[in-house]
T-cell receptor
């Protein structure tokens, strides 16, 4: 099946700094990728849809200037958490529709962000 | 706003028992997926159902999509400890940008 990778898998940063998380589709192209956030023992919350070559579409309540998304190529989307605060600590997961289209989604392994 | 409610939220059963997880919404979805997630990992797709009334089987797992495409169920027969995990349903609403909204999740623990 299609593989999606994320980097880093874990990151610890100090409050006020910015952190970049990468999401790559390894063996297929993805014009669209999705970014989710997951709090402990909770479900996934869709943050934004990343579109290759155009602006990301953010869900209601998600700050665009806080969570910067760039989809510069057909295999890479990045999420930058700017001026991170402890409340931004979470599990961030990306996904991409597989080669068969939107009926199948492949998820990355997630990135655990801890802001101290 | 959580569009998809799953029940039960938590379930702890003995090995060999059967169980059903429900995923309900007041909205219509063009397709619905079920995932299982292990701690610290991304969700893994189990199945996609598209047609109202559709039933799919994956070994001991049976998935059903409601006739009105508003709800779905996952039935596990003779549960095993390896079935332990977080089960998530996700509905796709093809209005504007195609995207999946996740359910509230069901945490299953199967005891040996």
């Amino acid at each position: 099946g299609a593989v999606v990778s994320q980097h880093p898998s874990r990151v610890i940063c100090k409050s006020g700094t910015s952190v970049k998380i990468e999401c790559r589709s390894l063996d297929f192209q993805a014009t669209t990728m999705f970014w989710y956030r997951q709090f402990p023992k909770q479900s996934l919350m869709l943050m934004a849809t990343s579109n290759e070559g155009s602006k990301a579409t953010y869900e209601q309540g998600v700050e665009k200037d806080k969570f910067l998304i760039n989809h510069a190529s057909l295999t890479l989307s990045t999420l930058t958490v700017t001026s991170a605060h402890p409340e931004d600590s979470s599990f961030y997961i990306c996904s991409a529709p597989g080669p068969a289209g939107f009926y199948e989604q492949y998820f990355g392994p997630g990135t655990r962000l801890t802001v101290t | 706003t959580q569009l998809l409610e799953q029940s039960p939220q938590f379930l702890s059963i003995q090995e060999g028992e059967n169980l059903t997880v429900y995923c309900n919404s007041s909205s219509v979805f063009s397709s619905l997926q079920w995932y299982r997630q292990e701690p610290g990992e991304g969700p893994v797709l189990l199945v996609t159902v598209v047609t109202g009334g559709e039933v799919k089987k994956l070994k001991r797992l049976t998935f059903q999509f409601g006739d009105a495409r508003k709800d779905s169920s996952l039935h596990i027969t003779a549960a095993q400890p390896g079935d332990t995990g977080l089960y998530l349903c996700a509905g796709a609403r093809a209005s504007g940008t195609y995207k999946y909204i996740f359910g509230t999740g069901t945490r299953l623990k199967v005891l040996a």
